[in-house]
């Protein structure tokens, strides 16, 4: 990240980023690197699948087609594959947190059996022995963790910070009363674990009240941490551009945010002690109901979602 750019963020009440950039400094052969990278479907066994196949840029690098992600030979995961943005705040990845750094969390899909199920040897051959690659990685060993730091590096630009809602906060624009009704009561029922700027909550797992689903058996965190406390929590994803990242939840079983905002007008969530511990109780009549949706619409960033420096570089040469 340019550090002019990183100090106008903080200045503007962003917290610190989490990742170490002296460790990847940003390149612009690398950020090439990753885009390229990031939408090869021949980094998948069936040659069909790619990051950007599960990750839309138009939609916040959501998943929109199908409630649960599908991988190789249509294979359906578990769960939705999560929006990707302000990577650089996060210091945990996945629903579960499975991974620690952004630069080991895209060898999580390349290798798992049912998104992209390629090994490690049959990656790095590929790379090694595509005159592409050769050229794209230019002096740089061309190796695994090589690959993923150019990958990481590409997810690092995705930054979001272009919504209303944050022209709101830079006094370029006022909210209508309806926005503002709405941004009072998301402050006060749902800020509690969806904080601003970032509306998430970085490296904290919370219960979302939904337990475990019959068929799909997943436990959340517990199955990482083994811990029975640990059980059906899962990350606390950030809410911007949350109007183009449906369908919602963990599982995707949610198709609008009318039906997320109303599963939570009558609800007590019992917080984890990352938030404080004890219970939080949510209650929104019908009308508060829509001034919370018209906030959240407010989230959503148009030229996060439209820019073509995030799309697939469908021009370029393999």
């Given at each position: ?316 040469p393999r």
């Amino acid at each position: 990240m340019d550090p002019k750019f990183q100090r106008t963020l903080i200045g503007e009440g962003w917290p610190l980023p989490k990742y170490d950039f002296t460790q990847n400094p940003m390149d612009p052969e690398m950020v090439a690197l990753g885009r390229k990278l990031f939408y090869d479907v021949r980094l998948s066994s069936d040659g069909r699948v790619s990051c950007g196949g599960c990750h839309s840029s138009y939609t916040a690098f959501a998943h929109v087609d199908h409630p649960r992600s599908h991988g190789v030979l249509d294979r359906e995961g578990r769960r939705n594959a999560p929006a990707l943005m302000n990577l650089a705040w996060q210091s945990e990845f996945m629903w579960d947190g499975a991974i620690k750094h952004l630069d080991l969390q895209s060898l999580s899909p390349l290798t798992h059996r049912t998104e992209m199920n390629m090994s490690i040897d049959s990656i790095l051959f590929f790379l090694k022995n595509d005159p592409g690659y050769q050229r794209a990685f230019g002096q740089r060993e061309i190796s695994i963790p090589t690959m993923l730091r150019a990958v990481a590096q590409f997810e690092m630009t995705f930054i979001s910070r272009g919504s209303r809602y944050d022209s709101m906060k830079r006094k370029q624009v006022v909210f209508t009363d309806q926005e503002h009704r709405g941004y009072q009561l998301f402050q006060k029922n749902c800020g509690v674990c969806h904080s601003e700027p970032l509306f998430s909550k970085p490296g904290t797992f919370a219960s979302n009240g939904l337990l475990m689903d019959s068929l799909l058996h997943d436990k959340g965190r517990a199955e990482i941490s083994g811990k029975p406390e640990d059980e059906f929590l899962f990350k606390v994803p950030s809410l911007r551009n949350v109007e183009a990242t449906y369908p919602y939840m963990h599982d995707g079983r949610m198709k609008t945010l009318t039906e997320v905002v109303k599963y939570y007008s009558d609800r007590t969530l019992l917080l984890p002690k990352a938030l404080g511990g004890g219970q939080h109780v949510i209650v929104l009549n019908s009308k508060e109901r829509v001034d919370v949706v018209a906030f959240l619409m407010t989230l959503t960033d148009p030229g996060f979602l439209q820019n073509p420096s995030f799309q697939e570089p469908r021009l370029s040469p393999r």
